[in-house]
Protein backbone atom coordinates (compact mmCIF):
# COMPACT_ATOMS: atom_id res chain seq x y z
CA UNK A 1 0.00 0.00 0.00
CA UNK A 2 1.87 3.11 -1.22
CA UNK A 3 -0.78 5.79 0.06
CA UNK A 4 -0.37 5.33 3.34
CA UNK A 5 -2.56 7.74 5.45
CA UNK A 6 -2.84 10.08 2.64
CA UNK A 7 -6.80 8.91 2.48
CA UNK A 8 -7.19 10.11 6.35
CA UNK A 9 -5.21 13.55 5.96
CA UNK A 10 -7.28 14.54 2.68
CA UNK A 11 -10.33 13.78 5.14
CA UNK A 12 -9.37 15.62 7.90
CA UNK A 13 -8.54 18.72 5.85
CA UNK A 14 -12.04 18.47 4.10
CA UNK A 15 -13.59 18.44 7.43
CA UNK A 16 -11.89 21.89 7.98
CA UNK A 17 -12.47 23.24 5.03
CA UNK A 18 -15.99 22.54 5.41
CA UNK A 19 -16.29 23.38 8.95
CA UNK A 20 -15.07 27.05 8.10
CA UNK A 21 -17.29 27.64 5.32
CA UNK A 22 -20.78 29.79 6.44
CA UNK A 23 -24.36 28.04 5.67
CA UNK A 24 -26.36 30.02 2.76
CA UNK A 25 -29.50 30.08 4.74
CA UNK A 26 -28.36 31.80 9.06
CA UNK A 27 -32.63 32.44 8.99
CA UNK A 28 -34.76 30.43 11.19
CA UNK A 29 -38.35 29.17 9.92
CA UNK A 30 -40.25 32.08 10.96
CA UNK A 31 -38.02 34.44 9.30
CA UNK A 32 -37.37 32.91 6.46
CA UNK A 33 -41.07 32.98 5.75
CA UNK A 34 -41.72 36.55 7.14
CA UNK A 35 -38.97 37.30 4.48
CA UNK A 36 -40.41 35.27 1.82
CA UNK A 37 -44.00 37.51 2.59
CA UNK A 38 -42.55 40.57 2.52
CA UNK A 39 -40.68 40.32 -0.59
CA UNK A 40 -43.60 38.95 -2.42
CA UNK A 41 -45.73 41.77 -1.12
CA UNK A 42 -43.12 43.94 -2.75
CA UNK A 43 -43.21 41.96 -5.92
CA UNK A 44 -47.48 42.36 -6.10
CA UNK A 45 -46.77 46.08 -5.79
CA UNK A 46 -44.71 46.28 -8.55
CA UNK A 47 -46.92 44.03 -10.72
CA UNK A 48 -50.07 46.58 -10.01
CA UNK A 49 -47.81 49.04 -10.63
CA UNK A 50 -46.73 47.93 -14.28
CA UNK A 51 -50.54 46.34 -15.06
CA UNK A 52 -51.65 50.88 -14.13
CA UNK A 53 -49.12 52.22 -16.44
CA UNK A 54 -50.26 49.70 -19.32
CA UNK A 55 -53.97 50.37 -18.96
CA UNK A 56 -52.49 54.03 -19.04
CA UNK A 57 -51.10 53.40 -22.34
CA UNK A 58 -47.64 54.50 -21.56
CA UNK A 59 -45.93 51.13 -20.67
CA UNK A 60 -42.11 51.29 -20.77
CA UNK A 61 -42.07 47.71 -22.28
CA UNK A 62 -44.52 48.30 -25.45
CA UNK A 63 -43.13 49.13 -28.87
CA UNK A 64 -44.39 52.23 -30.06
CA UNK A 65 -45.50 52.47 -34.06
CA UNK A 66 -44.88 55.38 -36.18
Known amino acids: MARGNQREKAREKNLK???GQ???NAM???EYA???EDTAAIMRAKQEAAEAR???GGGS???KKK
Do not use: H, M, R
Request: net charge positive; aromatic share 0%; charged share 50%.
Open 22 to 24: KSK
Open 17 to 19: ASA
Open 34 to 36: KAK
Open 54 to 56: KKE
Open 28 to 30: SGT
Open 61 to 63: TEK
